[in-house]
Every structure is written in structure tokens, then in C-alpha cells.
């Protein structure tokens, strides 16, 4: 059942990885269309006689995948052929291994659950006796962060092995561009890290998300950080305004630009790979995981400091812990591990949810930015984001300390401040997101706005011919 449970994980994760990075390929078109005020990914079509289906461009990804299945896999004559062929497997790997590490959910116990919210340590301790803890994690480690740091470097190999590989002076360039680039800002990325590090005291993924489930979601204790984080995490992915190691206008398509068919499509998968996999670091360390606001593991507690605001609606929306007798009339109906699976199912939605969310924050960031040179690109991180994580250090180190010298009189406005968090997530992120998704399904009314003298000119004898592109 072990093997079981992780091969399902495994799949899962790399399922979602695989398909949010082919959905991205046509959120980065669909997005900059709109963006631009232009037509995005319209043209591939499936036809059944005279019925059309495009999906709003969805079948584009499909289109592009069939493509470099059957596209040529060329070598140049001079490659190095082992070092080339290794290079995209390992950028595609360094980015799937990261996932093992990553939790997507609370810990499930299973076979023997007679009661709803079980502590995580309850269920490891009663395993003797039938309850089996079910972490939602490919591989729970205790250095959980210090994995991530030591595989996504191996990224950096992929590059400049891929350059170095290609017996081609501008993909040796890039190679050089992308070793640097990646190494100089996974030092910040690191050192931003260090203040949420000494709050949750602990370098364990799932260790943080409590953390942040029972005070406050990281962005709040330190928003220094993930603006830092965040800066750097896109820098990481190498896509603009940090993409000079692909910069088109001067290195082509930079370390892969002899590469082609699906070895070409791994670099580009990868990529969007990439976004996908800080987007759920992201998460994990900074938007609270798999934690929802007042949602717990025996149920929802909407509370003010230390005013619960729901004592009981119903069975399914408890107060508090349930008494004994309450406890095995729920667990001969089943409501109590139904409550228990139920209440893991909704964080595990709200991770992937909140993945969603931080991959669109990306490529919104993608189109909206113009290009560093790659003097300011390395002047950015050595004087300004790694002397501001360094800041970020001190002062969270001073901010620990004060609150721990004045003691527990402290803890109440804690608690309230913690819980007015909860509040504004609770209320302004559904907000957003309804926001949002109206705002990309209504029609935008377009207005024709003539600029310089040649079409006011145009227009004097009656207007220019539209052609049917146009139309």
C-alpha cells in the first residue's frame, strides 16, 4: 500500500507539472494578446463537418506538442554527442526531482480513523493500532529546503552543458550568461529565505505550512522576503525581464539553439516547468500551502482573538473537538472520516488553486516588463536584492527578539493580528479571482483611434480596402 499511495502521488505531481506547463504555453500567448490588444492563439481547429471546436485556443499546446514529436532531431556535425544529449534530460529532470519534496496536503490517516481532526502526531503514534499516517508528500524529508536549493542547481549544469555542447559561439555565450545569471541569484534567493527560516524554525515544508496554518501566512510575517523571493524566483526561471541568456535579438534562442524536435521541446517544456515548481515553493513557504483561512483539521473556526464567531453548524462545521459520546455516534455513520477526508480534499484544491493563481501573477509579470541589459541584470542582485535580504536578516532577528523579551502579554495582540489576516485573505482573494475570471470572459468593446497624419489622409477619398485577415 506504501509503494501505492507514492506512485499515485508521484503521479499525480508530475501530472499537473507536465500539463500546467503545456497550459501555460497558451496562457503566455493568451495573456499577451490581451495585454497588447491583439488576437490571441485562435487558429488550430477540429473540424466535424461543419462544427468547429477551438477552445479558446487550447488546442494550440496539443498542435505544438504533435509538432516536435514529428519534427527532425538534428545534431550539429561537431557536437559533443554524449554532453548534447544529456543536457535537456537533465534540465527536465533538476525541475521534476524538485517536486518529491513539495507537500500538497495535510496528513490523511487512514484504516482505523474514528474521529474527525486527529492530531498529525496522534495519528504517528497510534500506527500500533491500526491508523496509518499518509503524508501528501512524494518524500517527506527533514531538509526539505536544503533539497530544493541542491537540485535546482543542477539547472545550472543543464545550461552550460547544453552551450558548451554545441559547437556554436552564441549558445556558448548564453551558456556563460545562464552559469552566472543562476548562480548569482540563487545566493539571494537563499538569503531572502533565512528570515521566514528563523520564525517558522524549521527547514521542513510541511512544518511551515502548519506553522503558517496556526499564526499568520508568510506573506504577512514577511512580505520584505517574498517580494525578494519572488524577484529572484523569476530570475531563476530565466524568462523576462531576466531573460538574457535567451535573449532573441542577440544570442538567437541562446544555449538551445542547435537543438530541435523534442529535445528542443524539453528546454521549453522545462521552462514553463520551472515557473510551475517556484510558483509551489511560493505557496509553500509564503501563501500558507495547503492552509485556508479558519479552515482546520476538525473542521472551521471562524474566530476574533479569542472569540470563536461559530460554536456548531452542524456535524460538518464544528466548533471544537467533539466529546466522546459525539465522537462515536459520528464514527458509526461515517461523518468523521468523511469530515477528515473532506477537510484534507478542500486544502489539497486550495494549494493547486493557489499555484494557479501565482503562475498567472508570472506571466502577467512576463508582459508587462521590457528586458534588463546584463549590467543592470548582475548589478540588480549583487547591490541591491542581496544587501536587502541581508537587511531583511537583521531586522527580523531584532523584530524575534523584542517580541520575545516582552513575553506572553504579547500573545493576545499576536493572535488578533494573526487573525485579521485570515480575514483579509478570506475576503479580498475571492475578490480577486471573481474579478479576474469575469474579466477575461466579457467581451472588450474595441475603439478605432487613428494615429498620425497618413490615416486621416486615408480616409479623405473613402477609406482604405480591408483585406479578409482584417475582417
Not at 502548519?210 to 512580505?223: D, K, L, T
Request: with cysteine; glycine share 10%; charged share 15%.
Amino acid at each position: 500500500m506504501v509503494i501505492l499511495y507514492t506512485v499515485l502521488k508521484i503521479a499525480l505531481m508530475i501530472a499537473f507539472t507536465l500539463n500546467m506547463g503545456a497550459i501555460l504555453t497558451w496562457a503566455d500567448r493568451r495573456q499577451s494578446a490581451m495585454i497588447q490588444d491583439r488576437v490571441g492563439p485562435n487558429r488550430a481547429v477540429i473540424k466535424i463537418g461543419k462544427f468547429e471546436l477551438r477552445l479558446a485556443g487550447l488546442l494550440h499546446p496539443l498542435a505544438d506538442g504533435i509538432k516536435f514529436v514529428f519534427k527532425e532531431d538534428f545534431r550539429p556535425p561537431r557536437a559533443d554527442k554524449l554532453l548534447f544529449g544529456i543536457a535537456p534530460i537533465l534540465a527536465v529532470a533538476s525541475v521534476l526531482i524538485v517536486l518529491a519534496v513539495i507537500p500538497f496536503g495535510d496528513t490523511l490517516c487512514l484504516e482505523g480513523l474514528t474521529k474527525a481532526g486527529i492530531p498529525v502526531e496522534e495519528c504517528a503514534r497510534n500506527a500500533e493500532k491500526g491508523v496509518f499516517p499518509l503524508a501528501l508528500t512524494v518524500a517527506p524529508m527533514g531538509i526539505g529546503l536544503l533539497f530544493v536549493f541542491a537540485i535546482s542547481g543542477q539547472g545550472i549544469i543543464a545550461a552550460a552543458m547544453a552551450g558548451a555542447s554545441s559547437d556554436n559561439k552564441f549558445s556558448l555565450m548564453s551558456a556563460l550568461r545562464a552559469g552566472s545569471q543562476m548562480v548569482s541569484y540563487e545566493v539571494t534567493l537563499g538569503m531572502s529565505l533565512i528570515g521566514a527560516i528563523m520564525l517558522y524554525g524549521t527547514v521542513r515544508f510541511d512544518e511551515m505550512v502548519r506553522w503558517q496554518s496556526e499564526n499568520a501566512w508568510g506573506i504577512f510575517v514577511q512580505p520584505f522576503a517574498f517580494v525578494l523571493f519572488f524577484v529572484a524566483a523569476v530570475a531563476e526561471t530565466k524568462r523576462v525581464p531576466f531573460d538574457l541568456p535567451e535573449a532573441e535579438s542577440e544570442l538567437v534562442s541562446g544555449y538551445f539553439t542547435e537543438y530541435s524536435g523534442m529535445k528542443f521541446a524539453m528546454f521549453y517544456l522545462g521552462e514553463y516547468m520551472e515557473v510551475v515548481t517556484s510558483s509551489m515553493l511560493i505557496v509553500t513557504i509564503f501563501l500558507g500551502g495547503w492552509a485556508l483561512p479558519f479552515l482546520h483539521r476538525d473542521g472551521i473556526h471562524v474566530t476574533l482573538g479569542d472569540v470563536d464567531l461559530i460554536k456548531q453548524l452542524g456535524g460538518m462545521l464544528q466548533g471544537g473537538m467533539p466529546d466522546n459520546e459525539t465522537v462515536k455516534a459520528m464514527a458509526t455513520t461515517g461523518v468523521a472520516p468523511l469530515m477528515h477526508w473532506g477537510v484534507v480534499l478542500i486544502g489539497v484544491l486550495g494549494f493547486f488553486g493557489k499555484v494557479l493563481i501565482t503562475c498567472f501573477l508570472q506571466t502577467f509579470v512576463r508582459w508587462s516588463l521590457p528586458r534588463f541589459r546584463y549590467d543592470q541584470l548582475m548589478r540588480l542582485c549583487w547591490k541591491v536584492l542581496l544587501p536587502a535580504s541581508l537587511a531583511n536578516i537583521m531586522l527580523t532577528g531584532v523584530g524575534y527578539l523584542a517580541l520575545k523579551s516582552l513575553g506572553p502579554s504579547v500573545e493576545p495582540t499576536l493572535k488578533v493580528l494573526s487573525d485579521l489576516a485570515q480575514w483579509l485573505v478570506a475576503l479580498i482573494v475571492p475578490f480577486i479571482v471573481i474579478r479576474g475570471v469575469i474579466g477575461f470572459a466579457k467581451n472588450k468593446r474595441r475603439e478605432v483611434w487613428k494615429v498620425g497624419s497618413s490615416s486621416a489622409f486615408a480616409d479623405r477619398p473613402g477609406g482604405t480596402t480591408v483585406g479578409p485577415m482584417q475582417a
